[in-house]
Nanobody
Framework: DVVVVQSGGGSVQAGGSLILSCAAS????????MGWFRQAPGKELEGVAL???????RYADSVKGRFTISKDNANNTLYLQMNSLKLEDSAMYSC??????????????????WGQGTQVTVSS
């Protein structure tokens, strides 16, 4: 089975930066789509960014120009560089992965393997 382990996150002031990382194991020999989702208290899960097996990146409109997703294929580690953070970026961020060589989208149903979640708190 695929295991997804996250690291990073924490607290930062508005305008600051944070980086999240996510390592997926058990993926040898398969092509994967990997992405980030977030959920704030009282709100629905929101897809933030993904990168598919072809290198195509997709971003939520709310983070375009501020967040950058990247992947180190050598060790199957995913990163989310978050710049110019806003109060509304505060949420529990989860990494997700799915074995597919085709396109994938920022929907929960497109991903079958999930990390443990990490809190990001942006303060004024």
């Amino acid at each position: 089975d695929v295991v997804v382990v996250q690291s990073g996150g924490g607290s930062v002031q508005a305008g600051g930066s944070l980086i999240l990382s996510c390592a997926a194991s058990g993926t040898s020999g398969s092509r994967y789509c990997m992405g980030w989702f977030r959920q704030a208290p009282g709100k629905e899960l929101e897809g933030v960014a993904l990168i598919d097996s072809q290198g195509t990146r997709r971003y939520a409109d709310s983070v375009k120009g501020r967040f950058t997703i990247s992947k180190d294929n050598a060790n199957n580690t995913l990163y989310l560089q978050m710049n110019s953070l806003k109060l509304e970026d505060s949420a529990m961020y989860s990494c997700a992965a799915e074995a597919t060589g085709g396109p994938c989208y920022l929907f929960r149903s497109d991903f079958g393997f999930w990390g443990q979640g990490t809190q990001v708190t942006v303060s004024s």
